[in-house]
């Protein structure tokens, strides 16, 4: 059992499990429908994305951003939030994920750190 972090859209790896959309939109163009079969996301989880304020700094200050988007999920409800994910991670598969092409460069990649510091089993 264990958490992958994935880019929204692609295909599906085996036993990949509900997929969470960690985005503050869903995808443009798109029904909602069709979102599950497009390979976006089963389940809309637009509480683990950055601030709209945070995606725009993203691409000046990479740096500024990681530490910028910690704190904002050192607030209570991301901060429990990251803890439920860590605790179903122990006993199922599923994933979360970003649109973003580059993961280095995206917030999924602070969201992995997140998720193994509280204990996430990640694949």
């Given at each position: 059992m264990a958490i992958r972090i994935v880019r929204l859209g692609s295909p599906r790896a085996a036993r990949e499990g509900l997929?969470?959309?960690?985005v503050?939109?869903?995808?443009r163009?798109?029904?909602?429908?069709?979102?599950?079969k497009l390979n976006y996301y089963d389940?809309?989880?637009?509480?683990?994305a950055p601030s709209a304020k945070l995606v725009?700094?993203?691409q000046k200050n990479w740096e500024g951003f990681a530490k910028a988007y910690r704190r904002e999920m050192k607030l209570p409800a991301a901060d429990r939030l990251l803890g439920?994910?860590?605790?179903?991670?122990?006993?199922a598969d599923f994933s979360v994920g970003c649109y973003c092409e580059d993961e280095q460069r995206c917030h999924r990649s602070v969201l992995?750190?997140?998720?193994g510091e509280h204990g996430a089993r990640l694949a």
């Open positions: 997929r969470l959309g960690t503050r939109r869903p995808p163009g798109v029904r909602k429908d069709d979102y599950a389940l809309w989880l637009p509480d683990l725009a700094q993203a439920l994910l860590a605790a179903m991670s122990q006993h992995r750190e997140l998720l």
